[in-house]
Nanobody, 118 residues
Framework: QVQLVESGGGLVQAGGSLRLSCTASALTFSGMGWFRQAPGKEREFVAAISWGGGSTNHADSVKGRFTISKDNAKKMMYLQMNSLKPEDTAVYYC?????????????WGQGTQVTVSS
């Protein structure tokens, strides 16, 4: 079974940037996505990308600020996060699957914490 491991989270001031990475233990012939979960809230969709990387989809709340990308040769997926806001604070998860619903994803990483201070 493919394992997914996130990295790159941390503490950043509002307006700052972070780049999250997701490393896969094997090449996944599938789309992938990023989700996030803040304390007391449900896990929500952030962005998704097709297997080839040619098609991407971003949540309205992050559109224009976050960019999803992937490098199949390196078995990596990324989330570049710019202009961060305190409301972006959450645990960020990478996952294998398709669509905007958590039900479309069947393999998840353990998450990386992102904290944005005001």
């Amino acid at each position: 079974q493919v394992q997914l491991v996130e990295s790159g989270g941390g503490l950043v001031q509002a307006g700052g940037s972070l780049r999250l990475s997701c490393t896969a233990s094997a090449l996944t012939f599938s789309g992938m996505g990023w989700f996030r979960q803040a304390p007391g809230k449900e896990r929500e969709f952030v962005a998704a990308i097709s297997w080839g990387g040619g098609s991407t989809n971003h949540a309205d709340s992050v559109k224009g600020r976050f960019t999803i990308s992937k490098d199949n040769a390196k078995k990596m997926m990324y989330l570049q996060m710019n202009s961060l806001k305190p409301e972006d604070t959450a645990v960020y998860y990478c996952a294998r699957g398709v669509g905007r619903s958590v039900r479309g994803y069947e393999r998840w990483g353990q998450g990386t914490q992102v904290t944005v201070s005001s």
